[in-house]
């Protein structure tokens, strides 16, 4: 798990970075962040018995 999140905050830095250079405004960034959160973390929220989610990180990597 914590491999994948290494990789997971690699790819959205980039993701944002690159919003960032294509807009020039950090406004869109901040508005996929919120949707990124919201959807991903907890529309989409399971809850296992007992174990960690592990197909979090392939959800947020998705939207």
């Known amino acids: 798990m ?3 999140y290494i990789v997971l905050s690699g790819i959205m830095s ?3 970075s690159l919003l960032f250079k ?3 405004s950090l406004f869109i960034g901040i508005g996929d962040h ?3 959160n919201v959807v991903a973390t907890n529309l989409l929220h399971l809850v ?3 174990t ?3 197909l ?3 959800r947020i990597l998705v939207t």
């Open 2 to 4: 914590t491999l994948g």
């Open 14 to 16: 980039l993701k944002w």
């Open 22 to 24: 294509m807009t020039g």
């Open 34 to 36: 919120i949707f990124n």
């Open 48 to 50: 296992a018995d007992g």
């Open 52 to 54: 960690a989610d592990r």
């Open 56 to 58: 979090q990180i392939i």
